[in-house]
């Protein structure tokens, strides 16, 4: 059973910094796009980042947060710096991934981890 698998989230003050961490797990075959969403109750998940060959950001997190992947470790991170109490939210990792057996990707979701960020 594929599965990603995460961590890294928290409790910060405005300004500080946290890297959130994702790792796929499972018979896989291959990875494509890679990325992270985001949530807060009562509104829709909303796109933070993505990575394949490039990368692409919400306008929101610009110039403060990072996307990165290590492919050997089928890992993608966020680095989260400058952060805001708007930043607050549970987030989502999210991958398109091949598992073995299977002859196309299907896209899987972690199950979120929550990051605060407190004024």
């Known amino acids: 059973q594929v599965q990603l698998v995460q961590s890294g989230g928290g409790l910060v003050q405005a300004g500080g910094s946290l890297r959130l961490s994702c790792a796929a797990s499972?018979?896989?075959?291959?990875?494509?796009?890679m990325g992270w969403y985001r949530q807060v109750p009562g509104k829709e998940r909303e796109l933070v980042a993505s990575?394949?060959?490039?990368?692409n950001y919400a306008d929101s997190v610009k110039g403060r947060f990072t996307i990165s992947r290590d492919n050997a470790k089928k890992t993608v991170y966020l680095q989260m710096n400058s952060l805001k109490p708007e930043d607050t939210a549970v987030y989502y990792c999210?991958?398109?991934?091949?598992?073995?057996?299977?002859?196309?990707?299907?896209?899987?979701w972690g199950t979120g981890t929550q990051v605060t960020v407190s004024s």
């Open positions: 999210n991958a398109d991934i091949r598992p073995y057996y299977y002859s196309k990707e299907y896209n899987y």
């Open positions: 499972g018979s896989i075959s291959s990875i494509n796009a």
């Open positions: 990575i394949t060959s490039r990368t």
